[in-house]
């Protein structure tokens, strides 16, 4: 027997983490891979296509795995870290 049954609780406030902290997520991301990949911003390079189209994927990733959080604080606060994480990550990253 599941430890947690899956239902449609809290909906709102997993979408909402998903669209806030998640977004953020994904930016972060995106730029992490940006630095690391040291991709121009030239929208005609290959680089900055892929890494456009990856915000796409990666966002809607996030959001479609949102509602496996047991609840809508739990996926505020793993998605706020997380995102927080990153954004450090980038920030150490550029000043290197």
Partial sequence: MPRYTYTSQNW???VTAAVVPGNLLTFGLVGVIGILSHADSDPRK????FLTWLTVLLWCTILSTC???S??????N???VAAL???GLFFVLKAL
């Fill in 12 to 14: 709102l406030s997993k």
């Fill in 67 to 69: 509602f496996l959080f």
């Fill in 78 to 80: 793993y998605l706020s």
């Fill in 71 to 76: 609840n809508g604080k739990r996926a505020w």
């Fill in 85 to 87: 994480c990153v954004w």
């Fill in 46 to 49: 290959a680089s900055a296509q």
